[in-house]
């Protein structure tokens, strides 16, 4: 089957037939349903490596690891009962017609035996100016039921979350309650043997999950093993109140979290009914930064609210605003998108946002917020800084603020004298520990981060006019700019952000970044009022960039193009790091225009089905650096590397989220790689950036 025909024809899963959905904007590798924070990031395989074909019943929702993190839903109509969302055995699925997603939610329509049509809305909240809302690591599910062939019928709908949420260890013990309060029904589970600040199989072994929905008339609720409780809805459309007492293991008679609703008799009228999923964690992050000992910081949302249950019932009351903030940044999203550069680019911007920000733990307090990012699937590093970098254009785009944030802890870190290096750290340890390297033993990207600090910190400014944050760090990017006045213009053997691809000399693009970072140093020191510092990165960047010309432009060739190292003419790649040049307003002034052009009119040429290659290395692309390239590209040249992403999104066979690597042949991941739901993602967003 072709990746065409596994898009529009019919799915085979566990024995079960599906009919046709239709898919818009498309169909994504994998869909996002519960995606805020790094511990909730459930997602819906869809790509034909593993997926169903992006149907959300006959198959169970997986956390990012592909650990299973099993939802349930069921309907009873007149008495017959179906399955809307998960797997289990045996039971009768709804027949999905559609399926739609924005930058907030992924939406399903779903037909119940020709009676009564459902829709089901995942709304995962992206409120990057509202800290408040943003820090609440909670996710939406809307259900709405009506009647679909004009007659009343008697409906109760189910809904269960297993204790799969909560360890990455099927083995460990959990505890749980059930309760109400401010109106809200609740389960809480948890381990029963909790250890802060470390996880196992990248979920947490500290925190609280809290499943809920409202409390009201026709609710029923039961804790218990998964057959059984699944079973008694079944047979009585019902629950009976109940709490199994056995504290057991996750995977030991399966134990799931159900609630009942008797919606009663349906008619034309939707009828609807909210559940919220999420976590809880009082301490979120340790950081090795001011003093000698690790400080550990607090989750965002504990400033703002007196308990956990107040935090859960806020977020399950303030759905209405919630929506409607979330309906305002999706048609911003979307609108900026397609006057930006079309339907196409809508489509892929859109399915990052949740992604991004769901690798972003918020820590801290309200007047001094610190942000986290994890490297999620490539290593789950903490604080990355190419990993940060890639993704400043969703940043700069939605709250230029967030990137003081993220880099607060790398700051911290090395203005205290915990990194002995002169060059930039690399990362700072391994989410969820910010320990730093003391020692000096990151990983070894000297030239990279370098550049990449200079870059941001002056990205920052110009959108916030931060002198004072300039000044605060002015030392420390001084100390940078000299590793890069020594290390740019010729760069020694050493791996660049794409590590995997390996190590290698001379490399063009990782020199350019260096001597836009020196560009942008000279520009940080007139700000400050540092004029002879200025001066002299100014000159010595100038310098640069024309030595750089010669060294790293192969214009005998046709047509002429950068070279992936220098001297070696036969070599090529997206040269994605000019598109600083453009993000900081440095333009053709320091770079000439005929480099643009030039790299513009030269990846048609190179183009294969699915993307423009990283390099001649591989024939594997990054879909941030395709964008990062694309932004500052012709409009022709432009328009054919989103197309060919766009169309790449419904066809790909990768199954898990948005990956940002594969193959531009196959369309599938990369021998031995498998990157998913990393942030690098807002990278998308680089048509946006240019334009805020």
Known sequence: MGFKDALTGVFFFGGLAFGDSTFSPARPPAIPLAVKAPYLNTWLNAGSDGGNGGYLAGQWPVFWTQQITAWTGMIRVDGDTYQWMGAVSGAQNVDQTEFSYT?????????????????????SPVTPTDLKRQSLTFSYLDVGVHSLDGAKHDVQLYADVSGEWASGDP??????????????????????????????????????????????????????SDVDV?????????????????FRAVNDNWPVFGFAKNLGSVSSKSVNTLFTIGVTQDDAIQLLGQGDGLTTYHSLWTDYFKSELEAVTFFYNDYKTAAGLATRLDSKIASDSIAAAGQDYATITSLAVRQVFGALQFTGTAKDPVVFLKEISSNSDIQTVDVIFPAIPLILYTNPNLLNYLLKPLFLNQENGHYPNTNAIHDLGTFPLAKGYPDGTDEPQPLEECGNMIIMVLAYYQRTKDTAYLKQHYSILTQWAGYLIDESLIPADQISTDDFAGSLANQTNLAIKGIIGLRAMADISKITGHA?????????????IKQWQTLGINSAAHPPHTTLSYGDGASHGLLYNLYSNSLLGFGYDFVPKYVYDMQSNF????????????????TYS????????????????????ISRIANWISVTPTNRAFTDLYDCVTGDY????????????GGLFSLLALKS
């Open 103 to 123: 930058s907030t939610r992924s939406n399903f329509v779903m037909n119940v035996g020709g009676k009564v049509e459902m829709n089901i809305t995942f709304l």
């Open 171 to 224: 083995g460990a013990i959990l505890e749980w309650d059930y309760g109400t309060s401010n109106g809200v029904a609740y389960h809480q589970f948890y381990r029963q043997s909790q250890t802060e600040i470390s996880e196992t199989r990248e979920l947490p072994n500290w925190g609280n999950y809290y499943w809920s929905t409202a409390n009201t008339a026709g609710l029923t609720y039961q804790i218990g």
């Open 230 to 246: 699944r079973g008694t809805f079944q047979s009585n459309g019902s629950l009976p109140n109940s709490k199994d007492t056995n």
């Open 532 to 544: 002879d510092d200025s001066s002299k990165y100014l000159n010595i960047s100038t310098s640069y």
């Open 603 to 618: 990846y048609p040429t190179v183009a294969l089905e699915y993307c423009v290659p990283l390099d001649t290395r591989h």
């Open 622 to 641: 990054k879909t941030d650096w395709q964008l990062w390239s694309a932004a500052i590209a012709s409009e022709e040249t432009r328009n054919d590397i």
């Open 670 to 681: 990369p021998p031995g790689i498998q990157f998913t739901a990393r942030p690098v993602q």
